[in-house]
């Protein structure tokens, strides 16, 4: 029996497992609130829960041994992390925090790792989301070598945008320039492009998108590959759902 909370759920990776497959591992999937800045995996600490974000938006930092920080990828409703365990990684090497508040469900790994057992679509369901993650973080690379600030600036906000209801958006420059790795001062001046070609109202600690088409217009190449491979790898999972193997029993007996 799926809990009542469940009903609820909101996650793109849970909701595409049936409910009978879901509720073999439901219990074990426990309601959290993400509020801004929560640590969900320190960089090289260990992996203790997953997390399956319903709302909000998170960023996977990469921080070198002198204290270096970037965004290397983010992820909201649309996956779970930290991916590693998936693999039977113990470690987190990034770490992991939200940005944008919300909520969620997390799981524990030991729960975690049995549920990949007993259902091999959701196993196949993480490996999918794991390989789109991977095409986003290569493509950020890219981005970052490829294209101006203000083309990745508008890469960034449409990947924020896309997942969250609405338009609004609320970060900080000072946030933004962490992401994206430059100065404070180049995302304010890239902002004022941005907003001076209407595409976004930007206000403090408050970004509204105005002309969705027209940002995805000007980020070019930089936005696009990573959100059409996901789509590819998810879009139809369910049709393909059939040659996955049975399930063979349950968590809780």
Known sequence: MVPEHMFSIQNDLLRRLPPEELSLFSAHLKPIDLPKDFLIAPAGGSIEQIYFPDRG??????????????????????????????VGSDVSPHEIVMQVAG??????????????????????????????????????????????????????LL???????????????????????VRRPSVTTSLHVLEGNHFIRSERGRIVIRN??????????????????????????????????????????
Request: overall charge negative.
């Open 103 to 156: 909520k969620g469900h997390r799981i524990s790994v030991a729960a975690f790792r049995e549920a990949m057992d007993i259902s091999p679509l959701f196993a196949h369901i993480l490996a999918c989301y794991a390989q789109a993650l991977a095409t986003q973080v290569t493509f950020t690379a890219l981005s970052n070598a490829a294209h101006n600030i203000d083309e990745r600036l508008a890469r960034w």
């Open 57 to 86: 938006i998170a960023s996977i930092v990469a921080i070198s041994p002198e204290g270096n920080k970037a965004e290397a990828g983010l992820f909201g409703r649309d996956g779970f992390s930290p991916v590693q365990a998936a």
């Open 212 to 253: 969705r088409a027209a940002l995805e217009e000007f980020a070019r190449d930089a936005y696009g590959k990573p959100e059409e491979e996901y789509e590819r790898l998810l879009g139809e999972l369910r049709e393909d759902a059939s040659n996955i193997v049975p399930l063979t029993g349950s968590l809780d007996g």
């Open 159 to 181: 990947m924020c945008h896309d997942r969250i209801d609405g338009n609004e958006l609320h970060l900080t420059h000072e946030y933004i320039s962490l992401m994206l790795a």
